[in-house]
């Protein structure tokens, strides 16, 4: 679901071509007819944005048909755990949960905690920002007081335990209600859940598949939880044949979570700091407490192996291992926050690191007149892209919102090295690591960008030599003494200091669990930590299939510790053994007193089954022997989030911030918790319960093609590519066509709220319209590589979305708007903005519309708006 | 030329005579093609290389010869791809010697309306010099509280998700110490 395996990563697709040849079923769940859903056994067309309605459906057919693998369910899922009795549900409240306070848009969390936990109100309420989870870290918060005090009824009968409540949280989640929200015939609903729950249990599991049309929503995080919900109750967790797969979209962006380039993360799922951290104690408070299960119980390892990788001689104990040189956050600092903060004269200089914002982000409007508002920007990148050029070629120069003349931002252009010239690794979306030895010398200037940072700190730390400002300490401090090779750094020397080096002997550690808080070792990130181990590059590893056996341990390296199967221990029972011979993964061979299997296993390899921790432990040693999810704060996987969530421990069916239809199930018709960013160039097209949606009445959805790639900076300039996928084009249902005058191959233009984009039309009934509560939805699908420069040129489809996100973490709502589509090419020039101004006038847009999020209850949009605070400009 | 000989050397001959029934191989080979290779047959090296475009991870071997690449193919001992690429891997020799490529360091002044030369060593003091500025001008100590904050919103970063580890490693690095936290990525997006 949320995915189009097949086009957008198609040689992994073979995998599932593999299965489906030894007699697997493969369900396609998407809004459009897709070359996934063309090999697949079944494709099943739903409305785009109700996912979750979709989802919630199958939970209810489980759980009232008794169809889940009870034993699993019960050992290794929190599902028997009570909650307080302050938790109100989404049923009790028309689709709010208890805590929430209209004014922030946001929750206080405290009723969801479980029974026996200290649900201690706070003092006062903390702003959203500074509640958010992704402040978190992956760690996520830990759950109050003590894991083992936890009260739990292992029959799963009592009212308050997270089963039940799961059970009444969904229970209008009908076939009947999935229809009429999804557009889907219940009785091709029902068939899902009947391939799902059939293939799941003992002798079967099932995967589960999502990419982008899953994250790229206001509810994302929860269109997740969702999935792994029913993962969880049918056992398909930690097993082979199961998971939940997120399948990434770019060579290294899991290694770009992993070892971050985001603001709100340190290396290894590590929380930035913020405001409230005075010192290291309280900061690691915030991501372990004494009594708290699992291996987060060891942040202050992995943390302080950090400070010293980053500080080297200066971290000492004295001084709390240079924690306080670390900057503090302390709310949204996240991409589209700056690109608003551009447009608004607040950012001076900006870095673009292959990466193509004027047609790759959301808004491709705000955020080239953000960038044309720069003092400096600097572009790396391997040939030119939009982003480098904005100043003579964006489409703003035509409508004469940028004159080349009198745009004042100095660009600098850095050309940089490619794939086969400088060696390094990626982490692809197995989370395995694999190095590339360098080819060929780059040519002239084109470097990497370890080069590149490296002389730039090299070259900073020379101009602040000898300064006693405090500010420039961190600089001074900072290990900066690389291996280098000529001039260029030694990625195999960035790559051991990540592994992580015991500083006593010099020598690589083994792995995490030898990192330690007294400050003796230095590690990077402590997840990749065993990539070098015995000194060896594993990531280099290059052990030919035809060698190996089915988990292939010897090809790359996977982190954790060269585990392929995260949390593999539950695909044994409590006791230890295989839940069936069939499905055996790793088991617990009482002889040898140690934990085996096909997989590296995900749990201490000589901790028994049947271990029970002593009074008073924690971290790890208070995992039990079957505690099988190791990083979780009580041992067990959440069907039920008490905590670490912004929008609900629960995943609930809200409506796309833009949408044609009422919400069926609640009157809080979106995300309560959305962040709307309410001003008056990141306008919304109004959706119910506010008026003139009708101006905007069709479903817009957007995604790739095999042939290009993101925002086109690698395909669009390459002959072949370019002429595989020549040109622009929009998919319309023949229905929508002749409603609107569409003709097969000629032009069209769809309108949003922000701009008018043409294209080619193809007519074709793989978007076939829906029947949505007794009426007709059209949806309207586009890829979106193009921009104006490159062999194969066109318009941005991304200057279509708006800037609303997800609150957990604040990724944009681009898989799911509304739109207007109209035959001909769009209006030029200034003629442009007064085209889209008369459609908002139409609809009475203002920076105030879709910014009352709550619409709840006697809310019914009515609430407070949340508009931005200091821009006397968006009052309407 | 004997009769034989002249008839053996007629494809449609070969192809219904020998082994090749369908005309695909040594039936319509001519002498030419017959004596042609592949480019990766007399490459002087190969490298083993990943496809930097989506996030499932296919092996390359890169052909070098003369220090060019001559050639990228899928690696078939690889258990992730079985020697596949996609039409983009497949593509990536254009990626990586086309002619779209950059080779030098471009400068646009502002107000200018056309790029400029600079010299790279130029460049690099030119940003680092910027770097400060940007960095003191957006400077905060404390919050509103008197809590200290230590850091700039001055500058920011996005970016990229086909850098490699390192690199991102050595970004984050050099931003935190800087002081800077706003470094976003494709991740985000």
């Known amino acids: 679901m949320g995915s189009n395996m097949a086009e957008a990563h198609p040689v992994g697709f073979q995998w599932v071509m593999e299965a489906k040849a030894r007699g697997a079923k493969v369900i396609h769940v998407d809004p459009r007819f897709t070359r996934t859903s063309a090999l697949a056994d079944r494709h099943v067309a739903l409305r785009a944005g109700t996912d979750i309605a979709f989802l919630g459906g199958v939970i209810h057919h489980i759980l009232s048909h008794g169809l889940d693998f009870r034993e699993y369910v019960r050992a290794y899922t929190n599902a028997p755990f009570l909650l307080n009795e302050r938790y109100q549900d989404t049923e009790d409240l028309d689709g709010l949960f208890s805590g929430y306070d209209p004014h922030t848009a946001s929750y206080d969390p405290s009723s969801w905690a479980y029974e026996s936990t200290a649900a201690r109100e706070r003092p006062g309420h903390r702003a959203k920002e500074q509640a958010a989870p992704y402040r978190h870290g992956a760690g996520g918060p830990a759950v109050e007081d003590s894991a083992d005090g936890i009260a739990a009824d292992p029959t799963l009968q009592h009212p308050r335990c997270v089963y039940q409540v799961l059970k009444r949280h969904f229970a209008r989640y009908t076939p009947q209600m999935v229809e009429r929200i999804c557009g889907v015939p219940r009785e091709v609903f029902l068939e899902v859940c009947r391939a799902w729950t059939e293939n799941s249990g003992r002798e079967r599991t099932a995967a589960l598949v999502y990419s982008v049309g899953w994250t790229q929503h206001s509810t994302g995080a929860q269109y997740i939880r969702a999935g792994s919900i029913i993962q969880l109750l049918l056992g398909n967790i930690g097993r082979p044949g199961g998971g939940v797969y997120a399948l990434r979209g770019h060579a290294s962006i899991q290694g770009s979570t992993d070892i971050p380039t985001l603001f709100n993360l340190l290396p290894g799922y590590l929380p930035m700091p913020d405001a409230t951290h005075e010192d290291l104690a309280a900061y690691l408070d915030g991501v372990r407490r004494p009594g708290q299960k699992g291996f987060w119980g060891n942040a202050d390892a992995y943390a302080v192996s950090l400070l010293k990788e980053y500080w080297g001689q200066a971290a000492t104990a004295e001084n709390d291992y240079c924690f306080g040189h670390l900057p503090r956050i302390d709310g949204d600092h996240g991409t589209y926050r700056t690109a608003m903060d551009m447009v608004d004269g607040k950012v001076f200089g900006y870095f673009l690191l292959g990466q193509n914002p004027a047609v790759g982000s959301a808004h491709g409007r705000l955020q080239r007149l953000g960038m044309a508002n720069l003092d400096w920007l600097v572009v790396r990148d391997l040939n030119m892209i939009e982003s480098a050029t904005f100043w003579k070629d964006a489409p703003e120069i035509e409508t004469g919102e940028i004159v080349t003349e009198r745009c004042r931002t100095e660009v600098f252009f850095f050309p940089a090295a490619s794939h086969v010239e400088k060696s390094g690794t990626f982490t692809q979306t197995q989370r395995m690591l694999q190095w590339r030895d360098q080819a060929v010398e780059p040519s002239g200037d084109q470097r990497s960008e370890l080069w590149f940072f490296y002389h730039l700190g090299r070259l900073v730390k020379e101009r602040l030599a000898g300064s006693t400002d405090e500010r420039d300490r961190p600089v001074l401090d900072l290990a900066w003494d690389y291996a280098t090779e000529g001039d260029e750094p030694s990625a195999a020397d960035v790559l051991r200091r990540i592994n992580g080096i015991d500083l006593a002997t010099g020598r690589a550690v083994g792995g995490y669990t030898e990192l330690k808080a007294d400050g003796s070792t230095a590690c990077g990130c402590w997840i990749y930590s065993g990539v070098y181990a015995d000194e060896v590059n594993q990531a280099r590893r290059r052990t030919s299939r035809f060698e190996q056996g089915p988990y292939e341990a010897e090809w790359g390296w996977t982190w954790p510790l060269n585990r392929r199967v995260l949390y593999n221990r539950a695909s044994a029972d409590p006791q230890g053994r295989p839940w069936s011979e069939r499905k055996a993964l790793v088991w617990w061979d009482a002889e040898r007193g140690e934990w085996t299997g096909h997989d590296t296993p995900d749990f201490e390899k000589h901790k028994p089954p049947d271990y029970r921790p002593p009074e008073g432990a924690s971290g790890p040693e208070a995992l039990g022997g079957d505690d099988a999810f190791i990083m979780m704060a009580d041992g067990k996987a959440w069907l039920f989030a008490p905590t670490g969530l912004t929008d609900g421990p629960l995943p609930t069916h809200y409506e796309p911030h833009e949408s044609p239809v009422r919400n069926l199930l609640y009157g809080q018709q979106a995300n309560p918790t959305r962040k709307v960013y309410g001003r008056r160039d990141n306008p919304s097209n109004p959706a119910p319960p506010e008026a003139h949606g009708e101006v905007f009445p069709f479903v817009f959805t957007a995604s790739r093609l095999t042939e290009h790639h993101t925002a086109g900076g690698m395909s669009r300039q390459l002959p072949y590519l370019s002429e595989l996928q020549p040109e622009l084009f929009v998919e319309v249902s023949p229905e929508l066509a002749a409603e609107r005058g569409l003709r097969h191959l000629d032009w069209a233009h769809v309108v949003t709220s922000r701009a008018a984009v043409e294209a080619r039309v193809v007519v074709t009934d793989r978007l076939a319209p829906l029947r949505v509560e007794g009426r007709t939805v059209h949806q309207v699908w586009m890829p979106y590589h193009w921009g104006p420069t490159g062999l194969a040129a066109g318009d941005v489809v991304n200057d279509l979305i708006g800037v609303v996100v997800e609150p957990n973490v604040l990724i944009q709502e681009s898989k799911v708007l509304t739109c207007d589509i109209r035959p001909g090419r769009r209006p030029r020039g200034p003629a442009l903005l007064e085209y889209v101004q008369g459609y908002r006038r139409r609809a009475g847009i203002t920076p105030l519309t879709g910014t009352r999020v709550m619409t709840a209850g006697d809310g019914d949009g009515h609430g407070p708006a949340h508009t931005e605070p200091d821009r006397p400009e968006d009052s309407p | ?189």
Not at chain 2, 143 to 157: E, N, Y
Request: charged residues 30%.
């Open chain 2, 1 to 189: 030329m004997g009769v034989k000989r002249w008839v053996g050397a007629w494809p449609v001959y070969r192809q219904l005579t020998g082994a090749d029934r369908l005309g695909r191989g040594r039936a319509v080979q001519s002498r030419r093609s017959a004596g042609l290779g592949p480019r990766t047959a007399d490459a002087d090296r190969v490298a083993d290389s990943v496809c930097p475009y989506c996030a499932v991870g296919c092996a390359q071997r890169v052909y070098v010869k003369d220090e060019r690449v001559v050639q990228i193919e899928g690696n078939p001992d690889s258990p992730v791809s079985r020697g596949r690429l996609c039409p983009k891997g497949s593509a990536s020799k254009q990626l990586v010697t086309g002619p779209q490529r950059e080779r030098k360091v471009r400068y646009r002044p502002p107000y200018a309306t056309e790029w400029q030369d600079l010299d790279l060593d130029v460049a690099m003091e030119m940003v680092a010099d910027r770097v400060l500025d940007a960095r003191r001008r957006g400077w905060q100590d404390t919050d509103a509280s008197g809590r200290p904050l230590r850091r700039t919103l001055g500058f920011a970063g996005l970016g990229g998700a086909t850098l490699d580890n390192e690199e991102n490693y050595l970004i984050k690095k050099l931003f935190t110490a800087l002081g800077a936290i706003q470094i976003e990525n494709q991740a985000r997006i």
